[in-house]
């Protein structure tokens, strides 16, 4: 990134967003990061953060209510964008959460964890939500997997998950009674499931990746 130019962090009352700001802090070589709920900021940032924790309807009412959801689509069309958890889900048509549309700026839905599938190969009862670490197998090469080895384990908490239809779009999957894509990627928008800034040094490595990101 050259000198002064802002990295935002958007912020629709979501989710704790300081620690996200923090790990991007640390990675960023002095780059003034943003957590902020103002569409100029964000339309005026070199790039844009679009983590989230909560429920699909919850979250696509805030972003409406605080007027974020054109600025949200117009960064993911133009600016290096990095979705994380609900981020990455909102980014998709629609969600079995609430029965919610969301961004519609990839196809596809989002679909909870269905009963028949939470068992382990053992046969044990998987819990929902995932929680925990898990792996992700790297589907196709991207500059933000630069410097992490594949199947790397990364901090996941959610009970729903994306399952893009366009296998060109999928960048990572992982497993958990099914297999689930957890990271997408198109153009200039990268997206995961999981939880960057909770996942050691993997994931300070994929912000520091994404800041340095030129797509």
């Given at each position: 990134?050259?000198?002064g130019q802002t990295i935002a962090v958007i912020d629709y009352g979501m989710g704790n967003l300081r620690s996200v700001a923090k790990a991007i802090e640390h990675v960023a070589a002095g780059a003034p990061v943003v957590v902020t709920a103002d569409p100029a900021q964000v339309a005026a940032a070199a790039r844009?953060?679009?983590p989230g924790q909560g429920a699909m309807p919850d979250c696509m009412r805030?972003?409406?209510q605080r007027g974020l959801r054109p600025a949200v689509i117009a960064a993911a069309r133009s600016k290096p964008f990095l979705g994380i958890c609900i981020g990455e889900q909102m980014l998709f048509a629609h969600s079995e959460e609430g029965d919610a549309a969301g961004l519609g700026i990839f196809p596809g839905s989002v679909q909870r964890?269905?009963?028949a599938n939470m068992h382990g190969a053992d046969g044990s009862r998987l819990k929902v939500p995932h929680m925990g670490w898990n792996t992700?197998?790297?589907k196709k090469p991207h500059p933000l997997w630069a410097g992490i080895a594949d199947h790397s384990r990364f901090y996941f908490v959610h009970s729903y998950c994306?399952?893009?239809p366009d296998s060109a779009l999928c960048a990572g999957t992982t497993d958990y009674g099914l297999s689930f894509t957890s990271a997408v990627a198109q153009d200039n928008i990268f997206a995961v499931q999981f939880?960057?800034?909770k996942s050691a040094r993997d994931g300070l490595q994929l912000l520091k990746n994404f800041v340095e990101w030129h797509p």
């Open positions: 990134m050259r000198a844009v953060v679009f805030e972003l409406e964890f269905p009963a992700v197998a790297q994306v399952q893009a939880h960057p800034e």
